[in-house]
């Protein structure tokens, strides 16, 4: 059961350089001797050199070479900031975060002061500012407003090689501010050896290696397919704490939820050698993901005490954006998280594949930044060599380009299939998109956007949930839905400690609106709100504050949008129906239709879909006959995330390209006009008996 033996094999990195091990450097040296110490100040001055005589120039090295600290500070110190802020744009927003801040310590600055960072949501930078870090789709939001990016007198484009959707479209957008703007450099970096692709993509520019220095590293292949790869790391972690010499580990996981489980396990297992005297050293157990809050992620960066190991458990966040240094032993699952867009659904799905080669060669590779290291492969030789694909497939060929589509189509690039990519997505995919903003009435019939495409632009929302809030408008319960909207903006605000289960669900289960998922986040909220925004009344509901926190500065944020817009702020009051309507509106290509107790079929393409055992619909002690979800989440099944149930002649109403009303139905429509036929009738009658009244009484 989860038992891995592991196979010897040859040495993996062969270029050990300046062989000086440097396990407690960074304890014993100051911020400013450890800058000196990167493989990047070795080169500094030709590299400013380069920068000084080009306008494009990609500069490749190693990770942990000091590409994303470094060069900002040094066109810094070069003097490029005196008329314009240097930019630098990150795929990741906990790399983001992290690199900002690490890098206003350097400077001595408060963070959002001279160095700062933007990622959606969340802007900590000031006027001072002069280093900004900011995610790859910040930027490229930025070029709404700003086409020649007037403010940036260099943008660093770092991490080009993982070859994120948003970066694929700025190769696009840049390499034309760079042809309009001679005032204006760009460097492009990568961690791999791609680097040709993308000088040749701007025109033969030069490419600036930054020298190595790595140390050997050993791979070690499991002999069988493992069954459970996270049993099977958390048992290799715990085997290395035991009999090997000090050094950090760092775990590979896909996701949250086996991260959670392997560190809960990992916690598990030393508590009970604690308890049973035996002698071990202390291990630091450190989960780090995308959606883990700031000050937990920075934790990973603290020197553990003397003699305790760290155990770092990580998403591919660890494999590039952020370097930890003291990492001996890297334990790789072969497993990440890809979203994957499939044309013929219609839709995106986060899927667990194996990972490529060049990323499981990159996880091997943190073995060895500190001194020669170890990496458990826990998956055969054969899976590596031949079942691995040699480089991962760029987010612009596999995902929904919606978003995309919006933007280009807003900066007035009509055709897109005649956009500069650097690797062009496939024509369906473009196609299919472009028919999905139809659908949501962003875009008329010959493609161009409508009124509500272009509202829709305006928020850094998917086109769904944008659609979503000014259906708010129309039917006046913005309020509403703007909390709903900002709710689904964060991860689940819902607290379920494992030791806890039946407590936190009691608690979950009060809050739910047995119609919707939806309206139960909107209740959680009001109630939030309510109780005067209280961290206590969140612990004793067992609700994330952070989340609570977060949800509410993405509402704010997303409510001066709608004031720039001189949209007003309408409320449906206690009447919630109107709100699953704009629900509805917005996600009406995610209908489903019940088919059994739980079970439900896509409405457009019969795909099957559960409800998920955790849905407050199910408190409504029937299943209704339609749903429309937020999301398809595959786990071991593919459940709903977040459904609604809604009136059959919503869709009719609010989809009419994918469904027609029926029979029953029409008459169901017809009952319900006249029911509100005779409403009207029936108050202008009342009407005009009390005028009629009070004419009585004057007279
Ligand atoms: P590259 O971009 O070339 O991969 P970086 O500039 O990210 O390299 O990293 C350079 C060094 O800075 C690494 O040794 C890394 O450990 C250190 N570093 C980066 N971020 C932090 C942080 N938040 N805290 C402590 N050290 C950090
Ligand atoms: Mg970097």
Sequence with gaps: EGEVDFKEEAKFSQHLKKGEAVSDFAKSKTLAQQRQYLPIFSVREELLQVVRENQVV?????????????????????????????????????????????????????????????????????????????????????????????????????????????????????????????????????????????????????????????????????????????????????????????????????????????????????ESLESSNKQVPKLLILPIYSQLPADLQAKIFQKAEDGARKCIVATNIAETSLTVDGIFYVIDTGYGKIKVYNPRMGMDALQVFPVSRAASDQRAGRAGRTGPGTCYRLYTESAYLNEMLPSPVPEIQRTNLGNVVLLLKSLKIDNLLDFDFMDPPPQENILNSMYQLWVLGALNNVGNLTDLGWKMVEFPLDPPLAKMLLMGEQLGCINEVLTVVSMLSVPSVFFRPKDRVEESDAAREKFFVPESDHLTLLNVYQQWKANQYRGDWCNDHFLHVKGLRKAREVRSQLLDILKTLKIPLTSCGPDWDVVRKAICSAYFHNAARLKGVGEYVNCRNGMPCHLHPSSALYGLGYTPDYVVYHELILTTKEYMQCATSVEPHWLAELGPMFFSVKESDISMLEHKKKQKQEKTAMEEEMENLRKLQEDEERE
């Design 58 to 270: 990609v500069v490749v090295g190693e990770t942990g070479s000091g590409k994303t600290t470094q060069l900002t500070q040094y066109l810094h110190e070069d003097g490029y900031t005196t008329n314009g802020v240097v930019g630098c744009t990150q795929p990741r927003r906990v790399a983001a975060m992290s690199v900002a801040k690490r890098v206003s310590e350097e400077m001595e600055t408060e963070l959002g002061d001279k160095v700062g960072y933007a990622i959606r949501f969340e802007d900590v930078t000031g006027p001072n500012t002069v280093i900004k870090y900011m995610t790859d789709g910040v930027l490229l939001r930025e070029t709404l407003k700003d086409a020649d990016l007037e403010k940036y007198r260099i943008v660093v484009m770092d991490e080009a090689h993982e070859r994120s959707l948003s970066t694929d479209v700025l190769f696009g957008i840049l390499k034309k501010v760079v042809a309009r703007r001679r005032d204006f450099k760009l460097i492009v970096t990568s961690a791999t050896l791609n680097a040709e692709k993308f000088s040749n993509f701007f025109g033969s520019v030069p490419i600036f290696h930054i020298p190595g220095r790595t140390f050997p590293v050993k791979v070690l292949y499991s002999k069988t397919p493992c069954e459970d790869y996270v049993e099977a790391a958390v048992k290799q972690a715990m085997t290395i704490h035991i009999t090997s010499d000090p050094g950090d580990i760092l775990i590979f996981m896909t996701g949250q939820d086996e991260i959670e489980a392997t560190c809960y396990a990992l916690a598990e297992r030393m």
